[in-house]
């Protein structure tokens, strides 16, 4: 089953911690791209890697998220002191080339910030 | 400044009939749009596509149609099954972009 993995499944934090959330892509797909869904809200981008490089991180919402991609592969998330509005699904998904190849979504990590 | 509308938030059908599921956008660089469809706890998985050099792409009982003048773009099941009851999201994307940008979701159920 090689679609694209997300790890914690669900994560819980107090606020102010820090969270890492973890992406495996589908093998060989080279781009990479972060979204995230709030309560009731629709897919939000956050960011995108093409390889290892982001050419487009327009949608981070603050200098508390942070992202990076080794080996044009596992991509992290990271959020630093996390606040309450943090709260959300964030979905990792991946595409054979650009965005004209459908993308590949895993079933996201649920962030909790309590 | 939402780019991709759907001013649905849900739809309910007959088993057998059609669903019709609308997505309005306001960009008019947007040149590729597609539809996702997601189920509880899982991440949205691609249904259909459509350039903007088209009008309609059809597979099985998907349908899609863009409507460029009016920025508008339809999908339509038919018949519809129980088991399409999900949350189905429009997306756009413009040619010198790399960014997929999503509607809000539309929440089909599909009654018996």
């Known amino acids: 089953g090689a679609g694209v993995s997300q790890s914690p499944s669900n994560k819980v934090t107090e606020k102010g911690k820090d969270v890492e959330l973890r992406c495996d892509p589908i093998s060989g797909h080279t781009a990479l791209y972060w979204y995230r869904q709030s309560l009731g809200q629709g897919l939000e981008f956050l960011i995108y890697?093409?390889?290892?490089?982001?050419?487009?991180k327009s949608g981070l919402p603050s200098d508390r998220f942070s992202a990076e991609r080794t080996g044009g592969s596992v991509s992290t998330l990271t959020i630093q002191r996390t606040q309450q509005e943090d709260s959300a699904v964030y979905l990792c998904?991946?595409?054979?080339?650009?965005?004209?190849?459908?993308?590949?979504f895993g079933n996201g990590t649920r962030l909790t910030v309590t | 400044d939402q780019q991709v509308k759907q001013n649905s938030p849900s739809l309910s059908v007959q088993e057998g009939r059609i669903s019709i599921l609308n997505c309005d956008y306001t960009?008019?660089?947007?040149?590729?749009f597609l539809w996702y469809k997601k189920y509880p706890a899982e991440g949205p998985t691609f249904l259909i596509s459509i350039s903007s050099i088209k009008d309609k792409n059809e597979d099985g009982r998907f349908t899609v149609f863009l409507n460029k003048s009016a920025k508008h773009l339809s999908l339509h099941i038919v018949p519809s099954q129980p088991g399409d009851s999900a949350v189905y999201f429009c997306?756009?994307?413009?040619?010198?972009?790399?960014?997929?940008?999503f509607g809000t979701g539309t929440r089909l159920q599909v009654f018996p």
């Open positions: 890697f093409q390889g290892n490089s982001a050419p487009d």
């Open positions: 960009n008019s660089m947007f040149d590729y």
């Open positions: 998904a991946s595409s054979l080339d650009r965005i004209n190849s459908p993308l590949h």
């Open positions: 997306a756009a994307s413009a040619h010198n972009t790399d960014k997929l940008i």
